[in-house]
């Protein structure tokens, strides 16, 4: 091996190490990684610089600003809020259709501020029926994640395969190409929650408002606790260390919102505004139409769409920065660097060529069921963003060495790279329905590994169909 090739492994081994470990922001880690690469040689400035404005971070920062936007006009809370008075009135199949239709904003909108606002209202609505919200809750987060798959935009994961693919040599994704895929996933998963995956977690409405109350005593009774330790603290240090400390907890992101704290989420809400809702969702429109038709690509129309939001006064420059959501945006950057350091050392090729000894005797859709089943462990252990370029450039060189298109593959990886639901970790939605569900680890991994194994085999039915090898 190359010094290359052994500094690249040796990082990527420490990133992904730190990233199980979970004690160091995801951010962090990637940037730290990049910046090594970067000192050691083993990459350029330039292809840094390439990561940092690469298309899908460009794409992403737009998007962003266009949903925050919308979720600032009241518009989302106002649709979902009307989605369920109906529910309401029709009972139990009403929660299921708002459930669906939150996956469908999915497909074109950041699921964390969907399920924020719609996790509320199901569960009132669910106690009014007298049903238990943990036959809603957990299927509400499953289904916002399954709505990311079907479009290119849906989720952080699809653009940056997308990216990933167009510095290997491939040619870039359409916005709807990946849709028939990710609909016969989404539609398969779904089913199985409303019909199997859901009554499994259905218990009386007085068993979950024992524990609401029990949870609420231990939550009442550690919040003391912190307060004392923080009074404490002022009599010995009556200096400003705890305000620095409790700054440093809200820059982080609202470290409450990633423990599912449930009061975070009766103030999502905003106010409805016509003028500003009106805009935001004509740029919108017209950001999706201008990439679905190919008018121009998917990061001009985003960009386009986010800057013409401040100019037409929908929501201020300082709004704009605020919904950027740049730890996202810096993570995607600094694992980018890595997967370009993967493929330009040639470590991607090795790795597909240690693949192939063991797979080519089985062809390629085996070769397109194992590669699915490793992006779909790592998913559970690392951020899909992490395993999207971890396994990308390993997807491209594996189809070539078979002599395939390697397109198939890439749509592998970007569903299997999402579709991870074993654990409560795995996805922030998953862990703001935690608490508010009461749920525990165990109903995670009953509910989550059954659908893991049924969207697997549904994936590799629906993607040789629509992307023939």
Same mark, same amino acid.
């Given at each position: 091996?190359?010094?290359?090739?052994?500094?690249?492994?040796?990082?990527?081994?420490?990133?992904?190490?730190?990233?199980?470990?979970?004690?160091?922001?995801?951010?962090?880690?990637?940037?730290?990684?990049?910046?090594?690469?970067?000192?050691?040689?083993?990459?350029?400035?330039?292809?840094?610089?390439?990561?940092?404005?690469?298309?899908?971070?460009?794409?992403?920062?737009?998007?962003?600003?266009?949903?925050?936007?919308?979720?600032?006009?009241?518009?989302?809370?106002?649709?979902?809020?009307?989605?369920?008075?109906?529910?309401?009135?029709?009972?139990?199949?009403?929660?299921?259709?708002?459930?669906?239709?939150?996956?469908?904003?999915?497909?074109?909108?950041?699921?964390?501020?969907?399920?924020?606002?719609?996790?509320?209202?199901?569960?009132?609505?669910?106690?009014?029926?007298?049903?238990?919200?943990?036959?809603?809750?957990?299927?509400?987060?499953?289904?916002?994640?399954?709505?990311?798959?079907?479009?290119?935009?849906?989720?952080?994961?699809?653009?940056l395969v997308n990216d990933m693919a167009r510095n290997a040599g491939q040619p870039v994704f359409t916005l709807f190409e990946i849709t028939p895929v990710g609909l016969s996933i989404a539609v398969v998963g779904g089913l199985w929650l409303y019909f199997v995956g859901a009554r499994q977690l259905g218990r009386s409405v007085a068993a979950d408002e024992a524990e609401q109350a029990r949870l609420a005593e231990m939550e009442e009774a550690r919040r003391k606790a912190a307060a004392e330790t923080a009074a404490r603290r002022r009599r010995i240090l009556p200096f400003n260390l705890p305000r620095l400390g409790e700054a440093r907890t809200h820059a982080d992101g609202s470290g409450d919102a990633h423990l599912g704290d449930v009061a975070l989420f009766g103030a999502?809400?905003?106010?409805?505004?016509?003028?500003?809702?009106?805009?935001?969702?004509?740029?919108?429109?017209?950001?999706? %139409? =201008?990439?679905? +038709?190919?008018? &121009?690509?998917? /990061?001009?129309? *985003?960009? #386009? !769409?986010? %800057? =013409?939001?401040? +100019?037409?006064? &929908?929501?201020? /420059?300082?709004? *704009?920065? #605020? !919904?950027?959501?740049?730890?996202? +945006?810096?993570?995607?950057?600094?694992?980018?660097?890595?997967?370009?350091?993967?493929?330009?050392?040639? +470590?991607?090729?090795?790795?597909?060529?240690?693949?192939?000894?063991?797979?080519?005797?089985?062809?390629?859709?085996?070769?397109?069921?194992?590669?699915?089943?490793?992006?779909?462990?790592?998913?559970?252990?690392?951020?899909?963003?992490?395993?999207?370029?971890?396994?990308?450039?390993?997807?491209?060189?594996?189809?070539?060495?078979?002599?395939?298109?390697?397109?198939?593959?890439?749509?592998?990886?970007?569903?299997?790279?999402?579709?991870?639901?074993?654990?409560?970790?795995?996805?922030?939605?998953?862990?703001?329905?935690?608490?508010?569900?009461?749920?525990?680890?165990?109903?995670?991994?009953?509910?989550?590994?059954?659908?893991?194994?049924?969207?697997?085999?549904?994936?590799?039915?629906?993607?040789?169909?629509?992307?023939?090898?």
């Amino acid at each position: 091996m190359t010094f290359d090739q052994i500094a690249a492994l040796a990082i990527l081994t420490a990133v992904v190490g730190v990233l199980i470990h979970g004690r160091v922001r995801a951010d962090v880690v990637a940037l730290t990684g990049a910046a090594t690469l970067l000192l050691l040689g083993v990459v350029r400035p330039v292809e840094v610089q390439g990561a940092f404005a690469s298309p899908a971070v460009i794409a992403l920062a737009g998007l962003f600003v266009i949903a925050y936007a919308i979720e600032l006009s009241g518009l989302l809370g106002l649709m979902i809020r009307e989605a369920t008075k109906l529910a309401a009135r029709v009972g139990a199949v009403g929660v299921w259709a708002v459930i669906g239709m939150c996956g469908v904003l999915g497909g074109f909108l950041n699921n964390t501020p969907v399920v924020v606002l719609a996790a509320p209202v199901i569960r009132d609505v669910a106690q009014s029926l007298k049903l238990s919200p943990k036959r809603f809750l957990m299927p509400l987060s499953h289904v916002s994640v399954l709505g990311g798959l079907m479009t290119l935009i849906g989720t952080s994961t699809n653009l940056l395969v997308n990216d990933m693919a167009r510095n290997a040599g491939q040619p870039v994704f359409t916005l709807f190409e990946i849709t028939p895929v990710g609909l016969s996933i989404a539609v398969v998963g779904g089913l199985w929650l409303y019909f199997v995956g859901a009554r499994q977690l259905g218990r009386s409405v007085a068993a979950d408002e024992a524990e609401q109350a029990r949870l609420a005593e231990m939550e009442e009774a550690r919040r003391k606790a912190a307060a004392e330790t923080a009074a404490r603290r002022r009599r010995i240090l009556p200096f400003n260390l705890p305000r620095l400390g409790e700054a440093r907890t809200h820059a982080d992101g609202s470290g409450d919102a990633h423990l599912g704290d449930v009061a975070l989420f009766g103030a999502a809400d905003r106010p409805f505004h016509l003028r500003r809702a009106s805009i935001a969702l004509g740029v919108f429109v017209a950001v999706v %139409v =201008a990439a679905g +038709l190919g008018l &121009v690509p998917i /990061a001009a129309s *985003a960009f #386009a !769409g986010a %800057v =013409a939001l401040i +100019l037409l006064r &929908v929501i201020t /420059a300082e709004e *704009a920065y #605020a !919904g950027l959501r740049p730890e996202i +945006l810096l993570l995607i950057a600094g694992m980018v660097v890595i997967g370009i350091a993967i493929e330009v050392t040639g +470590l991607a090729a090795t790795g597909a060529h240690m693949l192939i000894g063991v797979i080519r005797p089985f062809g390629p859709l085996a070769a397109l069921i194992i590669l699915y089943g490793v992006t779909l462990f790592a998913t559970e252990l690392l951020s899909n963003a992490t395993v999207a370029v971890l396994i990308t450039p390993i997807a491209v060189a594996l189809a070539e060495s078979l002599g395939v298109d390697p397109r198939p593959f890439l749509v592998c990886v970007m569903m299997a790279a999402s579709a991870a639901f074993a654990t409560p970790f795995g996805y922030q939605t998953n862990v703001l329905v935690f608490q508010m569900g009461n749920y525990s680890y165990m109903d995670f991994v009953r509910v989550g590994v059954p659908l893991n194994l049924i969207t697997w085999v549904a994936a590799m039915i629906a993607i040789p169909i629509f992307f023939p090898f």
